[in-house]
């Protein structure tokens, strides 16, 4: 039993011992922790990636920086930096850290963060053309057509250019097939290779130049396909259109004849059309030699005349047809008392019955008459004159 009880005491001892250099233990570790915590960390050293650059002019390349700082710790800084380069001319470098090749030549590319500084050497190179293509390779085309060629430069650097305009076009055979900054046209049937030049390199384009098919009318239309006109206005164009069997517009190898059905409302030439009298009338237009034809219905409207002072509302026509002439009785009021009043109906005059302040007329004309003249004849001998519609 006191054997026993003195083990006990012994680790409860030990126990005591471990405490206590464990606490010690922290103590330490908490106080070089605070210490560590206070020191300052500053950046040793940059360090930029790839060691070197190669690019062509015109083309793009980058570095990247690292910050090695004092407590060995790493750290991408690529982004904060401040780049610059010490040959603008050669090469170019924005922030974070893209290069631009400018011209052949070298130049160093500076970075400074942190206070620190590191540079690298950029070399440019002039640059390389690859290869040309032009595109399409093979043109076939019809007699008097054209088609239109791209050609393409790649650079080592710069990559595809469009060089078309640049490049030097020459044919072979220009009588079959000419060529300008990469249009060729098709001049007669024929094969012919055009040659682009640029920059030492060759394209070769191969040309088949098809005899032109032979365009047929096939349909025809007029624009507009109504039209109003007015019986003292200007003549108006019609235009016609004459398509092939492919629906396209042909520009020659036809005739047109225009013609109107009521030459007394409206004549035509060459689409012009021109009023002559109120009414309507259709005019068409046909493909000489074919069955084509398109068709525009015209209307000419009266022209409005203002009404002279002298007369007290406008005079009515009363007409009666025997035949092929009509019979017609004039009449109409007066605001004054008047010397003469006479109408005139093809080419015809005949004197009115003048009774107070009304007047009245009895006239034959042919049944084609489409107006007549009033004509009144004041005390003081001036006129005023009047056209109706029959």
């Known amino acids: 039993m006191r054997e026993t009880s003195r083990a006990a005491r012994i680790a409860a001892v030990l126990m005591l011992a471990l405490l206590f250099l464990l606490v010690n233990c922290l103590a330490a570790a908490g106080a070089r922790a605070a210490t560590n915590g206070n020191k300052q960390v500053t950046v040793k050293k940059l360090v930029m990636s790839p060691g070197k650059l190669q690019l062509y002019s015109g083309q793009t390349g980058s570095f990247t920086v690292q910050a090695v700082y004092s407590d060995k710790t790493i750290k991408d800084v690529t982004s904060q930096a401040a780049w610059i380069s010490s040959k603008p001319a050669i090469a170019t470098v924005v922030a974070g ?78 009588a079959v097939a000419s060529v300008n900054k990469g249009k060729i046209t098709g001049n007669a049937p024929g094969s012919a290779k055009i ?55 042909m520009t020659g190898g036809y005739e047109l004849d225009w013609s109107t059905d009521n030459a007394s409302v409206v004549i035509v030439g060459d689409g012009v059309v021109t009023p002559v009298a109120s009414g309507t009338a259709c005019v068409t237009v046909t493909v000489r030699g074919t069955n ?15 009404l002279p ?41 005949y004197n009115a019955t003048i009774d107070g302040a009304s007047f ?31």
């Open 97 to 174: 850290g893209e290069v631009t090749a400018v011209k052949k030549g070298s130049a160093k590319i500076n970075v400074s963060f942190g206070g620190k500084k590191a540079s690298k050497t950029v070399t440019v190179k002039l640059d390389k053309l690859k290869s040309l293509t032009a595109d399409p390779s093979l043109v076939s085309i019809n007699q008097e057509e054209t088609g239109q060629v791209t050609l393409t430069a790649s650079y080592l650097g710069m990559g595809a250019v469009d060089v078309t305009n640049q490049a030097v076009w020459l044919s072979n055979k220009p």
């Open 195 to 249: 040659t682009a030049s640029f920059e030492g390199k060759k394209a070769i384009v191969n040309v088949m130049v098809k005899e032109a098919a032979v365009q047929v009318p096939a349909a025809i239309t007029v624009t507009p396909a109504s039209l109003a006109l007015s019986e003292n206005g200007g003549a108006e164009t019609l235009t016609a259109n004459v398509r092939d069997e492919d629906n396209k517009i």
């Open 292 to 306: 084509l034809s398109a068709v525009c219905d015209v209307t000419v409207e009266q022209t409005e005349q203002a």
């Open 360 to 390: 009245s007329c009895d006239a034959t004309a042919p049944s084609a008459a489409k107006s007549l003249e009033i004509k009144v004849t004041k005390s003081d001998s001036s006129c005023e004159s009047l056209t109706l519609s029959m």
């Open 309 to 349: 002072e002298v007369f007290d509302g406008s005079p009515s026509v009363g007409k009666f047809l025997l035949g092929n002439t009509y019979a017609l009785t004039i009449t109409g009021k007066l605001k004054e008392p008047v010397a003469k009043v006479e109408v005139t109906v093809a080419g015809v005059t």
